[in-house]
């Protein structure tokens, strides 16, 4: 009977990697789509996806970090950034590259109920210190092939 509940423990934990591997690659895809259709976007990624499989938790390590660093080192660069980010902690950053006289846009992905998906909207903060916000509906990504709906 033990046996059988550590079995049951781990393929729940299975399940739950396997579609946040799914997950990773749904973003990647976006990335690339991003970057086969246009010349005019770089898209730097950083920091790491920390996986907790026996608390089914996903976080993301050193991300706000390594993008401070680049919205403030290549301010020679480049004249407008389109941030990718929820996190108000990026808003030193965003008003210092305004100081330097740089336009920064946030992007925001919704969807028709974006309500329940509350946690992945911008905060309010980060949008208000943006030049502008550029909103991405999620449902548009996966209807034009970009991304894949989670199950």
């Known amino acids: 009977m033990r046996d059988l509940a550590w079995d049951l423990c781990f393929q729940e934990g299975k399940s739950w990697y396997e579609q946040t591997q799914r997950n990773l690659e749904g973003m990647k895809r976006f990335n690339y789509a991003v970057r086969g259709t246009t010349n005019f976007v ?3 990624e950083s920091g790491h996806w920390k996986i907790d499989v026996l ?3 996903m976080s993301e390590k050193g991300v706000d970090t390594a993008l401070t660093v680049e919205l403030v080192t290549q301010i020679p660069s480049y004249d407008s950034a389109i941030l990718i980010s929820y996190d108000a902690d990026m808003i030193p950053a ?3 590259a305004k100081h330097q006289g740089k336009h920064v846009a946030v992007v925001e ?3 028709r109920s974006s309500a329940k998906h509350q946690i992945f909207r911008s905060s309010t903060r980060l ?3 943006a030049d502008v916000v550029i909103p991405i509906n ?3 990504l996966v209807i034009q092939g970009i991304a894949a709906k989670n199950p």
Request: charged share 40%; aromatic share 12%.
């Open 94 to 96: 965003l008003n210092y």
């Open 127 to 129: 949008k208000n210190s």
């Open 138 to 140: 999620e449902e548009e």
């Open 55 to 57: 608390r089914k938790h």
């Open 42 to 44: 770089e898209i730097i």
């Open 109 to 111: 992905f919704t969807t």
